[in-house]
């Protein structure tokens, strides 16, 4: 199991256990995640980081000072 976290700007958009599809971006040098319907962002991952699977089960979801970050878990 892979978990990753997403950057979520408005709390209530998903809950835990909610499986989501994930759409992936290509920049020059990396790679993003979207979440959902633009739930969330991941970070950039470069190539060798990519994740491979297509939906992910939401784990939990925290809020900190910097906002919403959601734990997504990936069969990987």
Known sequence: MRREEFKMERPGLC???DVLD???GKLP???????GRAYAMS???VA????????????SIE???K???VI???DE
Do not use: C, D, M
Request: glycine share 8%; no cysteine; proline share 3%.
């Open 63 to 65: 809020e900190t000072e």
């Open 48 to 59: 060798s980081e990519r994740i491979k699977s297509k939906q992910g089960t939401v784990v």
């Open 67 to 69: 906002g919403f970050f």
């Open 29 to 35: 040098t990396s790679y993003y995640y979207t979440l």
């Open 43 to 45: 970070a950039n991952f």
């Open 22 to 24: 994930i759409t992936e």
């Open 15 to 17: 809950k835990p256990g």
């Open 72 to 74: 997504v878990e990936f």
